[in-house]
């Protein structure tokens, strides 16, 4: 199946979560979105509150203003359905078709890569905080060398001439 975009860019923050729309996971699996909400219906018991969640009012306008490929959800009925990556998983065992089984492998490395950038952003951060700390330190170093060093650079004010020495004539 020939995915027009990377499952990667489709993968949103919805209340903290990194999720996936049900009709983008419709898309992904090669199957209709209300097979998917159905299949979450029927097997309610395998799709608990941290698997699969509704979106609210709110939630769903602000996907709909910022995911131009969402834009068909303005005028659905329902409010959609937010998968999380063990959600995705789950839909496809449920699903059971074969596309949804080799579609999930590439849903959970997205999840992955995506899990891997957060952690590679984290790590730079610490790494930059590290050198801000360093930076400042240097800073309070410098200034502290500075102040030493001021009087010795002002000119010397006009002090008296010391004795001539030697014969004088």
């Not at 608990?48 to 068909?72: G, Q, W, Y």
């Not at 596309?99 to 959970?108: G, K, Q, R």
């Not at 000119?155 to 020495?165: A, H, L, T, V």
Request: positive net charge; proline residues 6%.
């Amino acid at each position: 199946m020939k995915r027009s975009k990377p499952i990667e860019s489709l993968i949103l923050t919805i209340r903290g979560r990194k999720v996936l729309i049900d009709a983008d996971l419709a898309d992904i699996y090669g199957v209709e979105t209300r097979t998917v909400n159905q299949a979450v219906k029927r097997n309610a018991e395998r799709f608990p509150e941290d698997f699969v969640f509704r979106l609210n009012t709110d939630e769903k306008s602000e996907v709909i203003t910022n995911c131009d490929h969402l834009a068909h959800l303005k005028f659905a009925k329902s409010l959609p359905l937010a998968f999380t990556e063990h959600g995705a998983i789950m839909a496809a065992t449920v699903l059971n078709s074969p596309p949804a089984v080799t579609m999930s492998v590439y849903v959970v490395r997205a999840f992955i890569q995506m899990r891997e950038h957060l952690a590679a952003n984290a790590a730079i951060l610490k790494r930059l905080a590290e050198i801000d700390k360093t930076l400042l330190e240097h800073d309070e170093s410098l200034s502290a060398i500075w102040h030493k060093l001021q009087p010795l650079l002002q000119p010397q004010s006009e002090s008296p001439k010391p004795p001539r020495i030697g014969f004088r004539a």
